[in-house]
């Protein structure tokens, strides 16, 4: 039985990295039935490029959804996801614009998912690389260990050498999901704006199906760690990644997120000794407190290019 894979690519002022993904999706030996890019509002001329791109759409179908301002990556996913929702299509392939799967990445999906081994799968995802496809970034594939404590733990690289691993967690990173699951569960959470949209959603299709890593599907994800200014001490993204993961824990791990919070105050009080910047101590625990009262969305004052310096 051949599957209807429907392909959303959320893209954000990076032109060029999305050139070679969409590129990476026509060399497909199993060919997208139909192609969602939602453009954040780009301003680097990406808006003429996908108008260009959309008008041939003989072999795939697609669709270019332009907001009107930037919403981040999560609001991005979920105007994906809702849209896919529409079409007829039997499994969802997410990611980013700096992530290209190689050429055989959908026809493993297809493969796999005729198979009945599985159970009820809820996701499929492949081994995601970085500078080449030897070099496995761990981090976006965990495990949930839940003893005590919930403790997410990134799938050893040893492990990859199995067939297919189940886990709990995934990110949108060439990650491909079952609409038929998708169309019980609540759209990925767009007031997260940016980081932990992928592992809440995780959380929510947990309760469907399994999540399923097969690590000869790989996808190289051309990006590269940020590094600050040597002035900067932090930036605006600090207070989305400890918001949405004070958020997240105290939606669905309430003790670890008892246990995060104190561990998080100390560690930033032990930063402030170091750095002295009360402006950075505040914007952390504003960060904390904003979580614990699910206080989401764009904050007024950290927002995309926000930084604090020595």
Known sequence: MDNNICV????????????KALQSYAQQTYKPSSIIVVDN??????????????????MISKRVIRTDRNLGGAGGFRIGFK????????????????AYPQPD???????????TEYGKVACFCGAVCTRSLENI??????????KLIYVP????????????????????????YNMDILRKTPLPNDQLFIFYDDTEHSHRIN??????????????????????????????????????????L???????????????????LHEYKCHKSAKALKMQFIAIYDGIRGKLGVHKLYKPGFEICR
């Open 83 to 98: 849209a896919a929702l529409e079409t007829d299509a039997d499994w969802l392939w997410v990611s980013d614009d700096d």
């Open 105 to 115: 990445s959908l026809q493993i999906v297809n493969e796999n998912a005729n198979k």
């Open 137 to 146: 970034s761990v981090t976006h594939r965990r495990y949930s260990v839940k």
């Open 41 to 58: 509002c780009s301003t680097d001329g990406t808006e003429d490029f996908l108008n260009e791109w959309a008008s041939d759409n003989q």
């Open 250 to 268: 105290k939606s669905y791990h309430l003790l670890t997120f008892l246990f995060f919070c104190c561990y998080k105050v100390v560690k930033e």
């Open 8 to 19: 959303i690519i959320v893209t954000y002022n990076r032109l060029t990295k999305l050139k």
């Open 153 to 176: 733990k990134p799938v050893p690289k040893e492990e990859y050498s199995h067939p297919a691993i189940e886990i709990q967690e995934t990110t949108f990173v060439g990650s491909c």
């Open 207 to 248: 309760k469907y199906g399994k999540i399923i890593l097969l690590p000869n599907m790989r996808i190289f994800h051309d990006t590269a760690v940020a590094k600050l200014k040597p002035n900067v001490v932090t930036t605006w993204r600090d207070y989305y990644l400890t918001r949405n993961h004070v958020y997240t």
